[in-house]
């Protein structure tokens, strides 16, 4: 793959990670910030994809892969504190 | 640039560029939305399909290798978890009381016994109508 697609791609999903941090800074409730970030984790495993194919190496696949499970994880978490409840319940 | 002697690795680009796009009217929409559950639908919907096609893309482009298969479990994975965890952010949100845009129609969850039972406060201050 040359080098326009990689910059084309990547310069995309930079747009796409500064709108997600422009809601996650303007957004008015925390239900916002929170959406924000489980996007912005799924946005990163896009950009793991991206750095896969220009490298040529599979590390970053499994960067993107390990991100993924944190991703999830974290959202939950961060659903779990958004209702209000202890993270046992 | 793009060399079109192997349709398998024009076929990558093409998904590629169409899972950015889906990323970017993903982003837009979670933007410009009125309230939490637009943005979370639209933001949540776009940006899955679009990651999951550029993990596609990448699978096309190299093929059944080390990286092909990695990126096949990631794309799976993806494809699973972010639905769920879109839904637990939706659901926590409405429990936690979170207006409704004053546009919206109709509210299921508030009139389902479950949600009434959860934050009945938060049910009744919410309009019925708008």
Known sequence: M?????????????????????????????????VSVDILGILMVGFCAVLTVATGKDLYMIVGLAWAHLAFVGSLALAKFLEGKSFDD | MIDFSNPLHLLAYVVMAAGLAFDIVGCIGLVRLPDVYNRLQAATKCVTLGTFLILLGVVLRFGFGSMGWKALLCLWFIAMTSPTAAHAIARAAHRAGYPLWKGSVEDRYAEDDEGRKIAPAAAADRPKEA
């Open chain 1, 2 to 34: 040359t080098a326009l697609e990689i910059v084309i791609l990547m310069l995309g999903l930079s747009l796409c990670a500064f709108l997600c941090l422009f809601r996650a800074l303007r957004g008015p409730t925390p239900a916002d910030r929170t």
